[in-house]
């Protein structure tokens, strides 16, 4: 049995549907107040019930409390969290999900004698980041390693369908100016959420993963003004750039995006991704085929 936690999420809904097409016993953690539904409906997550129609079985749980996640782990031999706060708000915070969830689930996990553990951090994570969310997920790293438990840690860098597609896309696709911070200069290996998706259900039976930290990233090494460029060729037309300091506040976009593009313009995430995608068996996506998806079909 794997228990996939954040199934609900659009990248745990992949995991899940993956897991399943291969014939494996899948185990979601729901809430009984989730709005995956209705967000599902917007293409910004994955309904509970399209997952047990698809033959996952379905536990009610929440990350907050420890004690009901025993229900969620007995009998699983592998966890595979990617639950976390982003695009949330209110009560989900880096604090109460990216911290002391994943730290409940470790536990609770760990206590239940699961095997394996995978868990979806990100590229850049580090317990002293200024960043909450980051400094979060790197405290449960480092919490992961400590558990005794056989561990995979993904460390994918920015997605293409998060960071291209709301920094670039969307205004590009209204029309409107796009916003940099710094230079847009610096060079980042974007990664689509299905190939962090197929890493991670290839994570649960590969040897290669066991007690590992795999950062993972897409297939080129683009600076953001590469990324304006690429829409520009897909729409047809110039896109206008402006330019803001780092740590300057970006209309239209939530927390904590500024502060994680202001940190990404001190840094280059340049992944050399060959050998671990043949290990893995993992076709990367390009960013044109990802932009030219998008331009067809904005929703998406």
């Not at 449960?140 to 960071?163: D, H, N, V």
């Amino acid at each position: 049995m794997i228990a996939v936690i954040g199934a609900t999420g659009v990248v745990g809904g992949m995991i899940a549907r993956r897991l399943l097409e291969q014939g494996k016993e899948v185990r979601i953690l729901a809430r009984s107040n989730s709005m995956s539904a209705q967000l599902a409906r917007e293409g910004r997550a994955t309904s509970a019930e399209s997952l047990i129609e698809a033959g996952a079985q379905s536990v009610y749980g929440d990350l907050r409390d420890r004690a009901s996640l025993d229900a969620v782990v007995e009998g699983v031999e592998t966890v595979i969290s990617t639950a976390n706060s982003a695009g949330r708000g209110g009560e989900d915070n880096p604090q109460s999900v990216d911290l002391d969830g994943n730290h409940n689930l470790i536990e609770a996990a760990r206590e239940a004698g699961v095997r394996h553990f995978i868990f979806l951090s990100a590229f850049g994570a580090d317990p002293n980041n200024p960043v909450p969310f980051m400094q979060a997920k790197g405290q449960s790293e480092a919490s992961l390693r400590e558990s005794g438990m056989e561990y995979t840690i993904l460390a994918p860098t920015p997605f293409m369908e998060i960071w291209a597609a709301v920094v670039v896309g969307i205004p590009a696709l209204q029309g409107q100016p796009v916003t940099l911070v710094g230079e847009g200069r610096r060079r980042h290996s974007f990664i689509s959420n299905r190939d962090v998706a197929a890493f991670a259900a290839a994570a649960v039976d590969h040897p290669a993963a066991r007690n590992q930290y795999l950062t993972i990233g897409g297939p080129e090494s683009l600076t953001w003004r590469d990324v304006v460029a690429t829409y520009e060729r897909a729409l047809g037309r110039p896109i206008l750039i402006q330019f803001v300091p780092m740590g300057e506040p970006i209309p239209g976009l939530p927390e904590p995006m500024p502060w994680i593009l202001a940190g990404m313009e001190t840094y280059d995430s340049t992944i050399e991704m060959d050998e671990i995608a043949r290990t893995f068996d993992v076709p990367l996506t390009t960013l044109e085929t990802f932009v030219w998806e998008q331009v067809r079909s904005p929703t998406t």
